[in-house]
Nanobody, 125 residues
Framework: QVQLVESGGGLVQAGGSLRLSCAAS????????MGWFRQAPGKEREFVAA????????NYADSVKGRFTISRENAKNAVYLQMNSLKPEDTALYYC??????????????????WGQGTQVTVSS
């Protein structure tokens, strides 16, 4: 059974940093894309960042470009999201996601087959 487990969320002041981790189990995702999405209260889930499975090509939402960095460590079957210069509007439940087969770092949530339970990030002003 495939599982994605996020960690690293918490409460931080505006301007601070957090590093989210996502550990996958049940299969390896070395050649498949993985990504991060987030959902704030009362809002729809939105794309944050993704990384392709083969070339490591990255894709970011405009709102986080230059502040967030996605990376992966295939030997550990893990993906990370380094978040710097956090803003109150970054407050949300952050989800890790993985595609079953495809390598492309898609921004479309419906192209991801596996999801974690989420980790809460709260940024105070």
């Amino acid at each position: 059974q495939v599982q994605l487990v996020e960690s690293g969320g918490g409460l931080v002041q505006a301007g601070g940093s957090l590093r989210l981790s996502c550990a996958a189990s049940g299969r390896t995702f070395g050649s498949a894309a993985m990504g991060w999405f987030r959902q704030a209260p009362g809002k729809e889930r939105e794309f944050v960042a993704a990384i392709s499975g083969i070339t490591g090509t990255t894709n970011y939402a405009d709102s986080v470009k230059g502040r967030f960095t996605i990376s992966r460590e295939n030997a550990k079957n893990a993906v990370y999201l380094q978040m710097n210069s956090l803003k109150p509007e970054d407050t949300a439940l952050y989800y890790c996601a993985a595609r079953r087969y495809y390598s492309g770092a898609s921004y479309r949530a419906n192209e991801y087959d596996y999801w974690g339970q989420g980790t809460q990030v709260t940024v105070s002003s």
